[in-house]
């Protein structure tokens, strides 16, 4: 592998100027070409990012140019066509949340990331906030005991539509772009989860899918765990985009509270601890602690390249949270309590 690797980001929307900005923050990586279904769009990102190459297909991109990864932030729809492109090519690929629109179609990706042989990441960026890296050190130092509660409380009455106006239409909506999220934070936290209950509500008028969630986790260590989303909250402020909630353990309680703050109850008293945000220049209020957290999910993306190991969400890994997600589907239109280790199976 060379010095610096050379990538390429296709689709560049809303979400990817987060992700040009980011890969500009590291200095070992070079974003060589970037690749727009609307060339405008593409050369925006070309211009504003000083990026050599503009690309308008796919398929010219990977036929032209020679890569060492692929940054993919389009919308779950377009994945399995353009992973699909990406390891016929052997190009190691960086993908955004969510996976694919069912679990069937995430287990296809990855059978065919195993087939190629090229590695597959997931980009699922919530426990790389430092807010959520904080919280696993504290739980690594052992300080709360054996966990037994945690509840994670994501609620915003902020106007999602106007950046992402396709989140109107879709009819897996609220677990599939928030839930996924606080999913894959409950199995970093607490483990992994052997039954699934939940509930899903559609508050607002005029949209296709669910817009607020509450789902009930067992975690196979023995905690449980309550995930609460909306986008129908109102309240001023409004916390967007801030994770909230607390944990419990048989020795403390972790309370992750308003900006960042987490309250440490032990067994030495109560003690507050702010979280720092990185400073970046190009970072901004209220996306801040989401945009710090791009630029750590995509340097774990290349230590990963470069040491050869697997991802923290490789494709693989990324199976156990989508299963999670197919079960909180299955279980709000049952009614009943799902078991999502009869889901995953092996990729097809
Ligand atoms: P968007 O529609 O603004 O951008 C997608 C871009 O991809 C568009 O410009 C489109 O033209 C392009 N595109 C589609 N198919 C293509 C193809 N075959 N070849 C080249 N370009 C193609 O979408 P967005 O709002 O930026 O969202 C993208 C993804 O990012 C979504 O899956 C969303 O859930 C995710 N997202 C993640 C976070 C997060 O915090 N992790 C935040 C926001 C959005
Ligand atoms: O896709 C997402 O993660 C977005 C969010 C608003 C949470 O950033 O919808």
Redesign the pocket.
Known sequence: MTARLKGAV???????QNHLYGWADLDDVEIVAV????EA?ARLAAERFGIARVYTS?ETLFATEALDFVDI????E?HE??TALAFAHGVPVIL???FAPDLDGCRRIVAAAEAANVPLMI?E?FRFQNLFRTVRQILDSGELGRLTFGRLSWRTGIDVYS??P?LVHVERFMIM?VGIHLLDLARFLFGEANSVFCRTQQIREGIAGEDAATILLSHEQGATSVLDFSYATKRDPDPFPQTLGEIEGTEGTLVIGADQVLTVHGKGGTRPIPVPQDGRAWTSAPWTQ?QDSVVHTQRHFIDSLRRGTEPATSGRDSLATYALLEAAYLSAASGRLIHPDRLVGDPA
């Open positions: 296709i689709g560049c929307g809303f979400f990817a690749c727009d279904l609307d769009k796919a932030p389009t919308t779950m377009t066509a353009l955004q949340k969510p980009h960026d950046n992402q396709y772009d989401i």
